[in-house]
């Protein structure tokens, strides 16, 4: 069979994939910083026989495999960290830290398993072009830079992506999640939210604390507009839709005894409709403007747009098709039903940029038996760490064979076959 001699050499393979993602964790980069990971990701690929092509975007990878007539199958994986201090103890925890964007000195960690997803493809990369005698037709494998909020998988279409290798038939890609390790999770449809990130500058005017009757205070003005954006879920948002509005980030003022002239707060919206996507957005720039105006501002705020990710959103078809594949290899009893993530990705841009189907999926890296008894016992939102927390630290086995032997169903679901038609 076909996939079984593709997968064949995977157990041989797997100590030394344990070490190549040990050392992403201990060497973990931020968005479009990726030199080091990218680096070897391309080494790899050449070992492996693929066509690299590196830089895309800055530091993307894209690796061709052109074997034979058959169909165009993109994989993608993203690569960064975040500026997360890492908390989870273990024994290859990152203790990286680099400067941000705005100059700053941050620790930094793959505390959203783009490492894992990095080793997931390069392993069934490997194993890809190492059965090759199996399957006919091309091989994109994607090494996306920057995905955590930068914009990284447009930025890769836009600097040619597909005018390098041609545009895929096809695009699968997938996710770590707090799951049961073991666990595949599919869903039909909309997977994942959009998300849009404002960046708010409320002006006012400043003076000595002593003296707040000559001011208009941006401290008192951003406490209001905070407070107000929490009314738009709750009394603009019909209780049939889902909608989140986050205040993540918000600085005014350098001293005590100083009332600053200016506040900027960096508010984070996610939605899985347009209709109400754009209602929230709507309701965030009256609210802004409003309370600047009720408050005496002495110029209207500034609202500005710094990031934009669509809905994650799979062809209907080629998810059915492609859950029931991975049921007849996985088994139904850990194929199931995906819920609907709040979470957002930048994964869709390729499908959509390509005009083709794409299919996004979820893969669960904990313990078993630690998930399921939080769940069963509702202490899983307090007790198992998400996405993005500082105690993020998947189980590696069966992780990674779960996460390397879907990326290999997917791509062989798609391939022409010897003898088939």
């Keep these: 069979m076909t996939l079984e001699r593709v997968l064949a050499p995977l157990d041989a393979a797997l100590p030394e994939l344990e070490a190549l993602y040990i050392d992403f964790h201990r060497h973990p980069e931020l968005s479009f910083a990726e030199t080091r990971t990218a680096a070897e990701l391309a080494r790899r690929l050449e070992g492996d026989g693929y066509e690299v092509h590196t830089g895309i975007a800055g530091t993307g990878v894209l690796g061709v495999l052109r074997n034979g007539e058959g169909p165009v199958v993109q994989l993608r994986a993203d690569i960064d960290a975040l500026p997360v201090e890492e908390k989870t103890g273990l024994s290859y925890a990152s ?242 039903p995906a819920p609907l993530i709040t979470g957002s990705e930048d994964f869709s841009e390729f499908g959509r940029a390509a005009g083709v189907p794409s299919v996004f999926w979820l893969v669960g890296g904990f313990d078993p038996q630690t998930v399921i008894t939080a769940m069963t016992e509702g202490r899983f939102e307090r007790d198992i760490p998400s996405n993005h927390s500082p105690r993020f630290a998947p189980i590696l086995h069966p992780t990674l064979r779960t996460g390397i032997e879907t990326l290999v169903v997917a791509a062989l679901s798609k391939m022409r076959h010897p003898g088939v038609g």
């Design 95 to 336: 203790t990286a830290r680099a400067t941000d964007e705005h100059g700053t000195d941050v620790p930094v960690m793959h505390a959203c398993g783009h490492d894992m997803h990095a080793t997931w493809l390069s392993g069934a990369a490997a194993l890809l072009a190492e059965g090759r005698d199996s399957w006919s037709g091309t091989l994109l494998v994607v090494f996306q830079p920057g995905e955590e909020g930068a914009g990284g998988a447009a930025a890769m279409v836009r600097d040619g992506l597909f005018d390098i290798a041609g545009k895929p038939d096809v695009v699968f890609g997938q996710h770590l999640v707090p799951g049961p390790a073991g666990w595949v999770l599919t869903r039909p449809g909309v997977i994942m939210a959009a998300t849009d990130t404002l960046r708010v500058t409320l002006h006012g005017r400043g003076g000595h604390g002593s003296r707040p009757e000559t001011t208009v205070d941006p401290a008192v003005l951003a406490a209001s507009v905070v407070l107000k954006l929490q009314t738009i879920v709750s009394r603009e948002i019909a209780a049939t839709d889902s909608a989140v509005v986050t205040v993540g980030s918000l600085h005014v003022g350098t001293a005590a005894n100083v009332i600053a002239d200016d506040a900027v707060l960096e508010v984070n919206v996610r939605s899985f409709d347009q209709a109400v996507r754009e209602r929230v957005l709507a309701a965030v720039e009256r609210i802004v403007h409003g309370e600047a105006a009720t408050a005496g501002a002495p110029k209207p705020p500034e609202i500005e747009r710094s990031g934009a990710y669509p809905v994650t959103e799979n062809d209907e078809a080629a998810n059915e098709a492609l859950t029931e594949v991975f049921r007849g290899h996985f088994g139904a009893d850990v194929v199931l």
